[in-house]
């Protein structure tokens, strides 16, 4: 991924935040007969390695867990908070007209060799826990063990679990940081007029670069 210095972000703890907040990765890796992509929504294990290491699964009916190879590269895309920027809301645009639109987003890639996994224990264990993050907020949270046992093992037989060990961290907060003040003062005032919760999350990182970036500069 290409990341101008202005944009890199390496705060592994900021990494490990958005990749638990937005979980369904898309994952790459290569194939038979070529790329293959797929979206799985990951549990990041913080405590496994330096970079954590990514679990999930994927249908049995889905060919990619037999195409993994031992070596092969694979990588995880998780996409965060991203907006459109119009050159509408630069102050430079009245000023001298130098002005274009933009994307502001903010991503993780993770790096790492995919293996697949049958083992039943393994498997229980990783449902267990990745329904155990997501109906933490609901009133009744639903656990595996709620179901009847024949009945998870039949749909434990349909899975193959994939795990990741992160070799390879990368970040982007493309937050126009490379922008004059004044246009991404403009730029926070125009997002936060927008209808949409997306807009406004993006204002929030803005705001919050120019102030880091101040308080570094005093």
């Known amino acids: 991924m290409y990341v101008n210095p202005l944009h890199r972000l390496t705060d592994r703890e900021a990494l490990f935040a958005l990749m638990a907040s937005h979980p369904l990765g898309a994952w790459v890796c290569h194939g038979q007969t070529g790329l293959v992509a797929n979206h799985v929504p990951f549990l ?3 405590t496994r390695g330096p970079f954590g290491t990514l679990i999930g699964h994927v249908s049995r009916a889905n060919t990619v867990w037999r195409e993994l190879g031992a070596t092969a590269p694979t990588v995880v895309m998780f996409q965060g908070t991203q907006s459109y920027i119009s050159p509408g809301w630069y ?3 009245a000023e001298h007209g130098e002005v274009v639109p933009t ?11 995919a293996r697949a996994v049958e083992d039943r224990d393994w498997l229980f264990d990783m449902l267990t826990r990745l329904t155990g993050v997501h109906e933490a907020l609901q009133p009744v949270p639903w656990a595996v063990a709620d179901a009847p046992v024949p009945f998870m093992d039949k749909m434990m037989r349909a899975i193959v679990g994939i795990e990741i060990p992160i070799d390879r961290l990368e970040g982007k907060l493309k937050v126009s940081q490379d922008e004059a003040l004044p246009d ?3 730029t926070v005032h125009g997002l936060r007029e927008q209808a ?14 120019i102030d880091s970036q101040a308080k570094g500069g005093s």
Request: charged share 20%.
């Open 91 to 93: 102050p430079g645009k």
């Open 103 to 113: 994307w502001n987003y903010v991503v993780a890639h993770a790096h790492g060799v």
């Open 196 to 209: 949409c919760d997306t807009a406004r999350a993006m204002a929030a990182l803005v705001k919050n670069a």
């Open 44 to 46: 990041l294990d913080r």
């Open 184 to 186: 991404r003062i403009g």
